[in-house]
């Protein structure tokens, strides 16, 4: 991020200084601003923020192996033929941890003429907001509101897509729990986790609507009125299947050594048909209240989900594929040699990246209305559909 802003010439219009002096107000001071009537001849762009459901965590990985070595039966993009180089798939961001893949939903999309996503693993609702709001920092990197301010002034946004409120809800604590109550202490999470997302969940959405307003503020210091660009909110899709669809027996260690899903059904039954369900409510709500559009994934992974009885691994004889293989990714918990990070576990991986981008441009087709996502079993993500919600 440039560090100081352009001196403007006396000379220029009332309006081009108005457009210079509100860019100034925000807490990241900006190099060569183009007012609103430069941007508007700039090239298109759809932005992404957010958190790693969006940054495109987990991109590396073509569906799931439990082999741990070479190109892990050809589900790790990342192999090299002699080795594993992850910055193939998330670039110079594999370094800081926020993890932009190649096939991020807002690339593979391709709406507009560039894609450029602001979206970071691990990001808060505060990491959106900007700075000069009480927007905070986050791995090296400037509040996500203050970066689109810089993009705002030098592009053409067309597209606004935010995921956000998982982390501020505690998602990794959920899978950490529940995923150590069945591997180590044999008891259920729902109940304490139930209980941790019902405390956070007013102040997360509230972030969330905080998020919005401050991506409609930066908009508006640009020039932009709210008509000159789509902004949606989405919702989270649920990683693992309910209960009597998983393919692996609850007893035994299959589902956390051989499946990656150390799920209890219990547990496995109330993150896919109540959590999934409750926060994607929660953020329908807040979209409404905001007026934005809304795009429900909570069904979107149905059927493609990890442990799921429709998919299965990949193996030397089952190479991986979209109509076959999952389309998140696993917890490699129970592995001798874990495949990758820790923190890619249960996110959609490369195929749910793909689909998820064909539900983001099937809403852009659509000019208005909220909607929800599903996939067509048997198909890869040309077959994903729209509902209205």
Known sequence: MPNSLCTTERSRTTRRLATVLSAAALAVPLLGLATPAEAATGPTVSVSMGDSYISGEAGRWRGSSDSTGGSRDGTDRAWTGSGYDATRVYGSTFASGCDRSDSAEIRTARIAQNQINLACSGATTANVFRAADGGQSHL?????????????????????????????????????????????????????????????????????????????????????ADGDYRLVLQSYPSPIPRSSEMRYPESGWTRANTGGCPFWDTDADWARDSMTGQVSDALAQVAASKGVQFLDLRDTLQGREVCSKSDSLATPDNPPSATTSEWA?????????????????????????????????????????????????????????????
């Not at 019902?198 to 102040?203: H, I, K, L, R, T």
Request: with cysteine; net charge negative; proline share 4%.
């Open 140 to 224: 090296g990197e400037a509040p996500q509101a203050d970066q689109l301010a810089a993009v705002a002034a030098k592009n053409n946004v067309k597209l606004i897509t935010l995921s956000i409120g998982g982390n501020d809800l505690g998602f990794a604590d959920v899978i950490t729990s529940c995923a150590a109550d069945y591997m180590i202490w044999g008891s259920s999470c729902r109940d304490d986790e139930q209980a941790a997302v019902d405390s956070a969940m007013p102040d997360a959405m509230a972030g969330v609507g905080k998020s919005i307003d401050e991506i409609r503020a930066v908009m508006r210091a640009a020039g932009y």
């Open 329 to 389: 990714r696993f917890v490699d918990a129970g592995l001798s040699t874990p495949q990758g990070a820790t923190q890619e576990s249960m996110h959609p991986n490369y195929y749910g990246q793909l689909a998820l981008g064909r539900c983001l441009a099937l809403l852009y087709a659509r000019p208005s209305g909220d909607f929800a996502c599903d996939n067509t079993p048997g198909q890869d993500a040309s077959g994903m559909y729209l509902t209205a919600r």
